[in-house]
């Protein structure tokens, strides 16, 4: 199967900032350590937009993208977030050509 990707823009209540990227140091730990299909998954802070966040996410295929939605920790940070989020927006990607991390499959 093919990589499967999230673009996702976070538009955060206002001081909100602090309080989420805490949440999400926590839960990118636990990516980190459990989840082997999710390939890429990187937080961005939008330079000049103090309450934007993107997250870049590439999974081995949408198996690993489901094992992903099931873990504690992501479940954590899907009830938490409603406290410091006023928007999302989620665009689901198909991966046809890029640069992946060397060892990672495409």
Same mark, same amino acid.
């Given at each position: 199967?093919?990589?499967?990707? &999230?673009?996702?823009?976070?538009?955060?209540?206002?001081?909100?900032?602090? =309080?989420?990227?805490? &949440?999400? /140091?926590?839960?990118? =730990?636990?990516?980190?350590?459990?989840?082997?299909?999710?390939?890429?998954?990187?937080?961005? /802070?939008?330079?000049?937009?103090?309450?934007?966040?993107?997250?870049?996410?590439?999974? =081995?295929?949408?198996?690993?993208?489901?094992?992903?939605?099931? /873990?504690?920790?992501?479940?954590?940070?899907?009830?938490?977030? =409603?406290?410091?989020?006023?928007?999302?927006?989620?665009?689901? &990607?198909?991966?046809?050509?890029?640069?992946?991390?060397?060892?990672?499959?495409?």
């Amino acid at each position: 199967m093919a990589n499967f990707g &999230l673009f996702v823009r976070f538009t955060l209540r206002e001081g909100a900032g602090e =309080a989420f990227d805490a &949440l999400m /140091q926590e839960t990118t =730990a636990g990516i980190r350590a459990h989840e082997p299909g999710t390939l890429v998954y990187v937080c961005h /802070q939008v330079e000049g937009a103090p309450n934007e966040r993107i997250f870049f996410e590439v999974y =081995a295929d949408h198996a690993a993208f489901e094992e992903h939605e099931r /873990q504690p920790h992501t479940r954590h940070f899907l009830a938490e977030r =409603a406290k410091y989020v006023e928007k999302t927006e989620v665009d689901r &990607l198909e991966p046809y050509a890029g640069k992946y991390p060397t060892g990672v499959e495409k």
